[in-house]
């Protein structure tokens, strides 16, 4: 979906244009409208917090650095992170890290926002907390948010619209509302992979 690569078969649509049959300048330009968290952060260890963040806007806009800084100090803020420009990534917790990566997926103010399992490697404090960070920023973006994610919590409390994927068959099993597919789903696996994720007491009607 991101361009990363090249589906084995089918084609992603944005907005109505097929992205892998575009022209590389146009597939560039779909591109740049979207946003990636990587699972690790994927943050330059040798580059300041505020040099990660203010990459792409070096790379991809004419602004002065005056602008790019004021837009780096804002972008961090919105994460949490005020102050940490000068911070480098061996110097905050692998929390700060992801919101990091966050802030820098969102510098060029995206249309979409791609996160792959967010919280890998995250106590359930911190997943809570990214998880109200994404919504957050959903909401003061607007943004259209996909998260890849096996964590239940985070399953019922970001997605409104989930596709759950098979690994025997390869392919899409189920669609939906996570919360009507616990309850209404046809497909076993899924409403077995979803009851563990159930509030005690609750049933099978969260």
């Known amino acids: 979906m991101t361009g990363l690569v090249r589906p084995a ?8 244009r097929p992205f892998w049959a575009a022209e590389d300048d146009d597939r560039v330009a779909i591109q740049r409208r979207l946003g990636i968290l990587f699972q690790s952060g994927a943050l ?20 002065a650095p005056g602008e790019i800084g004021a837009l780096v100090s ?21 929390g700060m890290k992801k919101r990091a990566g966050l802030a820098r997926a ?3 103010d995206p249309d979409i926002l791609f996160f792959d399992e967010p919280s890998a490697g995250l106590d359930p404090i911190s997943s809570k907390r990214l998880d109200d960070l994404i919504l957050e920023l959903r ?5 259209t948010i996909i998260v890849v994610t096996h964590e239940l919590a985070s399953i019922f409390a970001i997605a ?7 690994a025997e068959t390869h392919t899409a099993i189920a669609r939906g509302n996570p919360r009507q597919l616990l ?3 046809d497909s076993p696996k899924v409403r077995e992979f979803l009851r563990r994720g159930e509030p005690p007491g609750k049933g099978d009607a969260p």
């Open 9 to 16: 078969g089918g084609e992603v649509f944005y907005d109505g």
């Open 44 to 63: 330059w260890s040798s580059l300041t917090l505020g040099e990660n963040v203010g990459l792409p806007l070096g790379q991809y806009t004419t602004l």
């Open 74 to 94: 804002l972008k961090l803020s919105l994460v949490g992170l005020k102050g940490f420009d000068d911070f480098y990534p061996s110097e905050i917790s692998g």
């Open 106 to 108: 969102i510098a060029l």
């Open 139 to 143: 909401d003061a973006l607007g943004a």
């Open 160 to 166: 409104d619209n989930a596709v759950f994927l098979d």
């Open 183 to 185: 309850r209404d789903s």
